[in-house]
């Protein structure tokens, strides 16, 4: 996805210089009239060189993520890793399909400049029935929304049952049903897309009407909308839950074995390999824990409140919410190809070499220092014992 921008607006009409003209009853008449108009009329006046800038930058950290990984997998297919390595390579290329796709549907929008029209009650800035493209728009943010937190969970999955049974890993991953489990992963994310297509939820223009999503606010809010965002937000939050506890146990699992420091030099290698996966696996989290549960919560509360009819006519705090929610979640696809490119086994290393560099110098110096100390406490207590014996 593509971060949103806002867009300033510009020729409005003033109600107060026209009602100023009037009096009586005409006023309420005039300012309903003029709040048509200035929802009806907006248009989008912001430029969209930040959004192509962001669109550029994703889409070449995702590029060269997957050459990363193309040659990694080339290398280890036929070892442990080649699992991880599929996984992640299928991540990758969904975040880049994930940030091209919307992003072309919003730079469209920056383009053409225009904005759906607006009915019933002008007060509360409710769209119009969304066109094609609002619901295609919807539809596949909730795909690639929901698919790099599936695919997380899964590589978390995957990788705790490496590290804490390798014998069973070996026996039930193969290439043929980690296939099977990235098809079943798409074909999950595509089903909850394609609810709102069976009258299960729906996808509505957004705050500032440049981008389609999963209707959270407006007074036509009905238990399928709630029951689809809880669904969306729940699937999300449980996703990165998982995820937590199974880095969290690999994570433990190689610290205990580094301390007991029973393993050869094969094995050595092949934790190497595990530290490197684990880490990169606990980057993936934390981007996506940081860029996507703001929305996913932030969505909870709007329906929420809405279904509830607590909301009232206070819905600029969730419309700003909901706004600063999808662009942290429009980072994820740009933040997580970075966490290949910078957590390789390569910089891992030369971060650690550096790291124990630091540490020995520290290490000799206060050793020298230490001795420095010795040398001239000796010297001192000799020079009083001499001073004693004369």
Not at 22 to 31: H, K
Not at 360 to 380: A, E, H, M, N, V
Request: glycine share 8%; charged share 15%; hydrophobic share 45%.
């Amino acid at each position: 996805m593509l971060a949103m921008q806002h867009y300033n607006t510009s020729g409005f009409i003033g109600p107060t210089a026209i009602m100023n003209q009037t009096s009586g009853g005409e006023e309420a008449e005039i300012e309903a009239i003029v709040r048509t108009h200035n929802v009806t009329g907006r248009k989008p006046g912001g430029n969209p060189t930040a959004a192509g800038l962001s669109m550029t930058l994703g889409i070449l950290s995702n590029v060269v993520a997957l050459i990363i990984l193309a040659k990694a997998y080339n290398r280890y297919r036929r070892r442990s890793k080649a699992t991880f390595l599929l996984f992640a390579s299928c991540l990758v290329a969904t975040d880049l399909a994930g940030h091209i796709i919307p992003g072309a549907l919003v730079l469209r929008l920056y383009s053409t400049r225009s904005e759906p029209a607006v009915a019933g009650d002008p007060a509360s800035s409710s769209p119009d029935e969304p066109d094609a493209s609002c619901l295609f728009l919807g539809g596949i943010m909730v795909f690639f929304g929901l698919c790099p937190l599936f695919l997380g969970c899964a590589m978390a999955a995957e990788r705790c049952l490496g590290v804490t049974r390798p014998l069973l890993h070996a026996q039930l991953v193969t290439t043929a049903r980690t296939k099977m489990a990235l098809a079943l992963i798409w074909l999950l994310a595509l089903c909850v897309a394609l609810l709102p297509f069976f009258s299960l939820g729906a996808y509505t223009y957004q705050y500032p009407w440049t981008w389609c999503f999963i209707r959270v606010l407006g007074d036509t809010i009905q238990g399928t909308d709630l029951a689809f965002v809880l669904l969306f937000s729940g699937l999300g939050l449980t996703s990165v839950a998982v995820a937590l506890v199974c880095n969290t146990i690999s994570g433990i699992t190689l610290v205990r074995a580094r301390l007991r420091k029973k393993s050869s030099s094969h094995r050595r290698t092949a934790k190497s390999h595990d530290i490197e996966m684990v880490a990169q696996l606990v980057g993936i989290m934390v981007t996506s824990c940081i860029c996507w549960s703001p929305l996913l919560i932030f969505g909870l509360m709007s329906v929420t409140r809405s279904y509830s009819g607590s909301l009232g006519a206070d819905r600029d705090p969730y419309r700003t919410l909901m706004v600063m929610g999808v662009r942290l979640a429009s980072w994820n696809q740009i933040l997580d190809p970075w966490v290949y490119i910078l957590l390789r086994r390569a910089v891992l290393r030369r971060i650690y070499r550096i790291t124990k560099r630091r540490a020995s110098f520290k290490g000799s110096t206060f050793r020298s220092l230490r001795s420095f100390r010795w040398d001239i406490s000796s010297f001192q207590s000799s020079e009083k014992s001499a001073g004693n014996h004369i």
